[in-house]
């Protein structure tokens, strides 16, 4: 995918390049699990009212290039976009990308396993949500929240 960025003259500024996969084109396993939780809209507005009712901090954070920082756990090959110069190309992915099926379900759990090393508990029936001593995260894909008393923010 590729990015065009212009000054406020209209004058490119910037040409930024993101290798996205086809997950269109990727072959469909039937007994493959790619669904991976995402904090539902109904959750999202009862975590913000119980911030808004115990007077906490909301403290908003977007992960860049999320999917890049997870392992894949299996092998899976692309071919490389229109306009390489090297035609025909095929790469072995290391590392999750976007547009692939199987990234957003890595990215969740390896952010979950992540919190759960920092000691954070699970919030029973919500996958999305994860608390300790009175610290909230909640999280939608690459988005995370995270709820705290003013004093909690200054000591982290």
Same mark, same amino acid.
């Given at each position: ?14 040409? #930024?390049?993101?290798?996205?996969? @086809? ?6 396993? =039937? !007994?493959?699990?790619? *669904? ?42 692309? #071919?490389?976009?229109?306009?390489? @110069? ?6 072995? =992915? !290391?590392?999750?990308? *976007?547009?692939?099926?199987?990234s957003l379900l890595l990215w969740h759990k390896a952010l979950s396993i992540r919190l759960e ?19 909230l995260i909640f999280f939608y894909v690459d988005d995370i929240v995270v709820a705290c008393r ?7």
């Amino acid at each position: 995918m590729y990015v065009y960025k212009y000054d406020k003259h209209s004058r490119l500024a910037k040409c #930024k390049a993101r290798l996205v996969v @086809r997950g269109d084109q990727q072959y469909k396993h =039937l !007994n493959r699990d790619i *669904y991976a939780a995402t904090l539902a809209r109904r959750s999202f507005r009862i975590l913000i009212a119980i911030a808004a009712r115990f007077d906490l901090e909301l403290l908003q954070y977007n992960v860049v290039n999320a999917f890049v920082y997870v392992d894949l756990d299996e092998k899976i090959y692309m #071919k490389m976009p229109p306009g390489y @110069r090297r035609f025909g190309t095929v790469l072995l =992915l !290391n590392k999750a990308l *976007y547009g692939l099926r199987k990234s957003l379900l890595l990215w969740h759990k390896a952010l979950s396993i992540r919190l759960e090393q920092f000691g954070f508990k699970r919030v029973p029936y919500e996958p999305c949500c994860y608390s300790k001593n009175g610290i909230l995260i909640f999280f939608y894909v690459d988005d995370i929240v995270v709820a705290c008393r003013k004093q909690q923010q200054l000591e982290a």
